[in-house]
C-alpha cells in the first residue's frame, strides 16, 4: 500500500477488543511501550520508519495518505505517539524536519485518530526551569526550539483531537541498542575509561526516568480511558530521584561495581555547549497519582543496570565470537 509496508510481524489473527498503535516503536520509549501493552493482552501494532522492518510496520508519518491508511486499516482504540525528533542540539541544526515530525505529523495524526484516544508523549523541556516543581497547568516557557516544537505539537494534538492527553516526561532511559539511544546510559563510556580523568556536567537538575515506568503508566491510561473519557488533557511523569549527569554517572559506576574516581564534576556549561537548557524542570505529578494512575519508579542503580547489562552481555558475547 502507498507510504506504508508491513513487516513480519503480521499473523493471520483474530482481532481481540483491545487494539493499540504504537508510533516510534522502534525507539527507546517506543519499544518498550508496545512490549507492554503487548504482554497485557492488547493487540498491539508498532510503526517505525528508517528501522522498522522487519519487526514493525514501516510508516512515514509525515504522509498523510500513509498515516490515515494505516489508521482506517487497523482501527485502535488507543495511540501511544512516541515518535519525534528528541535530540536537542539536533533540533537546532535541523529546524525544518524536526518541526515536520514534532508538531505538523502530530497534528495529522490527532486528526485522523478522531475518536480514537491517543496519548503524546512530550517533555519537561516545555518549561525554563527557573521555577520548579512545575504541574500540568503551569505556563510552558520552552529555552530551546525542542521544546518550542514540543509544545507547539501538544497544542496541535489538542487542537485537533480535544479528547487527547499530553504526557510529559523528563530524561528517560531504559534497555538500550546503542548506548547513545539515551543521555542516561551514553554516560557509560564516561564511566568505563576508568583510567584517564573525565569531565562531567554537574550544573543541570535532572529526574532520569525508566521507560519501562512510563509504560506502564501509559498502559493504565488506556485500560482507564476505556471506562472513562475523562481520562484527557495534560499530565506528568517523572522519576523520583534527583541528579545531575555526574551523579549518574558516579551511580552507574556504583551499579557495576566500578569506580568512579575518575569522573570530574564540570559545575560550569563549556562554551558552545548546545541548546540551552532548563536548570531544574522537575514535574510535579500529583493528577495522575491522585486518579491512581501513577506508579512506583524502579530505583535508578537497579534500572540502570538492568539497562545496560543486556547490551554489554551481547557486545562481549559478540567480541568473543568474531575476534
Known amino acids: 500500500m502507498p507510504g506504508y509496508e508491513y513487516g513480519d510481524y503480521e499473523e493471520n489473527v483474530d482481532i481481540p477488543y483491545r487494539r493499540v498503535l504504537v508510533t516510534g516503536a522502534t525507539g527507546l520509549l517506543g519499544r518498550a511501550v508496545y512490549k507492554e501493552f503487548q504482554n497485557n493482552a492488547w493487540h498491539s501494532l508498532g510503526c517505525g520508519y528508517s528501522r522498522a522492518r522487519p519487526r514493525f510496520l514501516r510508516c512515514d508519518l509525515t504522509d498523510e495518505v500513509a498515516v490515515r491508511g494505516v489508521i482506517q486499516d487497523f482501527q485502535p482504540h488507543v495511540i501511544v505517539h512516541c515518535a519525534a525528533e528528541r535530540r536537542p542540539d539536533v533540533v537546532e541544526r535541523h529546524t525544518e524536519a524536526a518541526l515536520n515530525l514534532n508538531v505538523h505529523a502530530s497534528g495529522t495524526l490527532a486528526k485522523e485518530a478522531a475518536g480514537m484516544f491517543l496519548i503524546y508523549i512530550s517533555t519537561d523541556y516545555v518549561f525554563d526551569g527557573r521555577n520548579p516543581p512545575y504541574g500540568e497547568n503551569d505556563a510552558p516557557n520552552p529555552l530551546n526550539v525542542y521544546g518550542k516544537s514540543k509544545l507547539e505539537g501538544e497544542r496541535e494534538v489538542l487542537r485537533q483531537n480535544p479528547g487527547a492527553a499530553v504526557l510529559r516526561v523528563p530524561i528517560l532511559y531504559g534497555e538500550v541498542e546503542r548506548v547513545d539511544e539515551s543521555a542516561v546510559t551514553v554516560l ?25 515506568d512510563v509504560a506502564r503508566v501509559c498502559r493504565r491510561m488506556a485500560e482507564r480511558r476505556l471506562q472513562d473519557p475523562s481520562i484527557r488533557g495534560i499530565f506528568h511523569y517523572s522519576g523520583t530521584e534527583q541528579m545531575t549527569k555526574y551523579e549518574m554517572a558516579c551511580a552507574i559506576a556504583d551499579a557495576f561495581s566500578l569506580p568512579s574516581s575518575h569522573l570530574i564534576p564540570m559545575t560550569e556549561q563549556p562554551a558552545g555547549a548546545g541548546a540551552l537548557r532548563p536548570h531544574n524542570a522537575q514535574l510535579e505529578c500529583s493528577r495522575l497519582g491522585l486518579l491512581g494512575l501513577s506508579v512506583e519508579p524502579v530505583p535508578f542503580r537497579t534500572a540502570v543496570r538492568d539497562s545496560l547489562w543486556p547490551f554489554l552481555y551481547d557486545k562481549r558475547w559478540r567480541q568473543t565470537v568474531f575476534h
Open 188 to 212: 557509560w563510556d564516561k564511566v568505563q575509561e576508568g583510567a584517564d580523568s573525565c569531565g562531567v556536567e554537574h550544573c543541570q537538575q535532572r529526574f532520569p526516568t525508566y521507560v519501562n
